[in-house]
C-alpha cells in the first residue's frame, strides 16, 4: 500500500512539473514574439518621425504647396507643355495679344495631346478647339487633369 501511495505522489509530481515546464516555453513563445512586435513598432515609429521631421520642414511645405497650384507673390509661373506633331502653326503676334503664353499656346494646339482637348484637329480661328471647346476650357480642363 505504501508504493501505491508513493507511486501516486511520483506521478502527481511528474505531471505538474511537466504542466509548469510546459506553461514556461509557451510563456517564453510569447515574450518573444512580443520582443520582436515591439522592435517592429520601434522601427515604425522612428520612421514615422522622420517623416513628420521631413515634412514640417519649410521646403516640403514649398514643394507641397507648389503641387496644389500656390505660387508666392510676384513669382512667374511658366507651364511647359509639348505641343503635338500635327498641331498647327501659331497665328500671328497680334493674334495672341491680351493673352498670357499658355492661352496662346492652347489656341494654337500647343495643349492638343495633353488631355486638355479632344478630337484630332486644332484651333479654329474664333478660339474654339474641335468639339466646341474654347482654348481657355481646354487649358483649364488640362490644368485640372495636371494638378488632381
Not at 501511495?5 to 518573444?32: C, H, K, P, T, Y
Not at 520612421?47 to 511645405?61: D, F
Not at 503641387?67 to 498647327?88: H, K, N
Request: glycine share 14%; charged share 15%.
Amino acid at each position: 500500500m505504501i508504493w501505491i501511495v508513493v507511486g501516486v505522489i511520483v506521478l502527481w509530481g511528474v505531471w505538474a512539473f511537466g504542466s509548469e515546464m510546459l506553461l514556461n516555453l509557451r510563456l517564453n513563445a510569447q515574450v518573444d514574439a512580443l520582443r520582436a512586435q515591439n522592435a517592429r513598432l520601434a522601427d515604425s515609429n522612428a520612421q514615422t518621425l522622420t517623416e513628420l521631421k521631413t515634412a514640417a520642414s519649410a521646403a516640403a511645405m514649398e514643394e507641397s504647396a507648389r503641387q496644389q497650384g500656390y505660387y508666392r507673390q510676384g513669382e512667374q509661373v511658366y507651364v511647359i507643355v509639348q505641343p503635338s506633331p500635327s498641331a498647327a502653326p501659331a497665328p500671328s503676334a497680334s493674334g495672341t495679344a491680351g493673352r498670357p503664353a499658355a492661352a496662346g499656346a492652347a489656341a494654337a494646339g500647343g495643349a492638343k495631346g495633353t488631355g486638355g482637348a479632344s478630337g484630332a484637329g486644332g484651333a479654329n480661328a474664333r478660339g474654339s478647339v474641335d468639339g466646341g471647346e474654347t482654348a481657355w476650357g481646354a487649358i483649364i480642363k488640362w490644368w485640372r487633369q495636371v494638378w488632381h
